[in-house]
């Protein structure tokens, strides 16, 4: 392999020193896919410390991840044309799976022909460990969150979620409480019996007696056969009532002796059924006020109120959307074969400043908005909906409310024409009138720095 000359101490060192002191295993392939050398780092990783055989054999035969039967990566490379970056792979190391992040670039002759590959890779398994670490400390059966509130009800579903007991969620429109019912299911020892969802405010009082309590065949025009209603359904499994506060009196009724009794009739039959299922109600409303109203009766109330889990509006935990937004990007890049990595700063800025009447779910369709007008790698503010643009158009505004209303002023502005340059000092600075020198300081001097 060449050589390098270090001038000042007239050191010869050659290639290999160079590759051997890398941490990284770096492993050189041949264009018939033969091992051309391994540096100490792959020796390690792959276990063939002290193997002197392995210059010339198939690669496979020495590195043997994953990929090698399904995709291999030199063969990918070469299709595409393009450098392989960060693709994980696994592979068996005695008892233990390695998770490998793997670099690929082709190597070319002066002609541009194709002569081998490089392949860089690194051990990314502690990191892969303290980032699913980093998911249970912040999430619970898919719920997303770090703020005290929401860490609160992460508490409340670890005891409650074994149990038989009702649970009653309370909490405003788009809050995530059909997500609270579906981890209390997936959490509790009826996780593989049915889980059985309903939305009570989407049916009249008729067609949601039938629906929950079924009916027998002639008990009403159309009913021309027997049917099961949800709560059958449901047996030894959970029903989740959405809305529960939108349902009659009349339905308040039977709903009370299948709380007390674990029974009722078919409409329209005479059969008493008994059932084994857990209960979960969920409401926008407030179920005392309703109480005191006269509209929704006190006994079914506390019966429901067993175990109350109350949801926070996002407006009371915007600690959280950093991390929503993280996961909604996620979600949409899946989903729509995006590679956008994040919101810039002052996106995020607006995202943070705005209250969310919608809740979590406004969020999320914000970002999907976003995704939709967005062709670069980050979100910007023109890809918010244009409600959101106006609000946070006022930089003058939300300056004055600083205790340094110019400095605020001044990064702000910094930030803005960051974006709209992609981040490049140097255009950015032309836009400042100012030199790029400038701008780095004034960047440290008020503790700008880029995101993501």
């Not at 990918?76 to 008892?95: D, F, L, M, S, Y």
């Not at 997303?144 to 609160?152: A, D």
């Not at 949801?311 to 929503?324: T, V």
């Not at 989903?335 to 994040?342: F, H, W, Y």
Request: contains cysteine; proline residues 3%.
């Amino acid at each position: 392999m060449a050589q390098l000359n270090t001038a000042p101490k007239e050191v010869i060192i050659n290639s290999d020193t160079i590759l051997n002191s890398l941490a990284d295993g770096v492993v050189v392939i041949s264009k018939s896919r033969r091992i051309l050398f391994m540096n100490r780092a792959a020796r390690e990783l792959f276990e063939r410390v002290g193997d002197e055989t392995m210059e010339g054999r198939m690669c496979k035969e020495v590195i043997h991840h994953s990929n090698c039967s399904l995709c291999c990566l030199m063969t990918t490379a070469v299709n595409t044309g393009e450098q392989i970056r960060n693709r994980e792979v696994t592979i068996g190391k005695g008892e233990k799976t390695i998770t490998l992040s793997v670099n690929a670039a082709l190597l070319k002759d002066e002609k541009g022909a194709v002569i081998g590959a490089v392949e860089i890779f690194r051990d990314i398994s502690l990191l892969k460990e303290l980032k699913q670490e980093l998911n249970n400390k912040y999430s619970f059966e898919g719920i997303i969150g770090k703020n005290y509130k929401i860490h609160e009800v992460y508490e409340l579903l670890h005891e409650v979620a074994p149990t038989k007991t009702t649970v009653l969620i309370e909490g405003e429109s788009g809050t995530g409480k059909e997500l609270i019912a579906n981890a209390i299911h997936h959490a509790s020892p009826r996780k593989d019996k049915p889980f059985i969802k309903i939305n009570c405010a989407a049916l009249a009082e008729g067609v949601l007696e039938s629906e929950l309590f079924g009916h027998v065949k002639g008990a009403f025009t159309g009913a021309i056969a027997d049917k099961p209603g949800r709560f059958e359904l449901a047996d030894n499994g959970t029903i989740f009532l959405d809305e529960i506060g939108d349902i009659t009196p009349n339905i308040q009724v039977k709903l009370l002796r299948v709380l007390q009794e674990s029974e009722f009739e078919r409409v329209g039959g005479t059969k008493t059924i008994k059932v084994d299922v857990r209960l979960i109600a969920a409401t926008n409303k407030n179920l005392k006020t309703l109480v005191e109203e006269g509209k929704f009766r006190e006994d079914l109330y506390y019966r429901l109120k067993v175990m109350p889990i109350i949801m926070p509006p996002l407006r009371d935990r915007k600690d959280d959307i950093p991390l929503l937004v993280s996961h909604f990007i996620g979600k949409f890049n899946k989903e729509m074969g995006k590679t956008i990595s994040n919101a810039s700063p002052v996106a995020m800025e607006m995202l943070m400043e705005y209250n969310y009447p919608g809740n979590i779910r406004e969020l999320e369709h914000i970002i999907e908005h976003a995704f939709v007008r967005c062709s670069g790698n980050a979100i910007l503010p023109e890809h918010l909906p244009k409600d959101m643009q106006k609000a946070g158009q006022d930089i003058v505004g939300r300056a004055i409310k600083t205790e340094r209303p110019f400095d605020a002023l001044e990064k702000e502005t910094i930030i803005r024409l960051l974006d709209e340059s992609d981040w490049k000092l140097k255009d950015c600075a032309d836009k400042l009138k100012i030199s790029r020198t400038t701008l780095w300081r004034k960047m440290k001097q008020l503790g700008i720095e880029r995101n993501g």
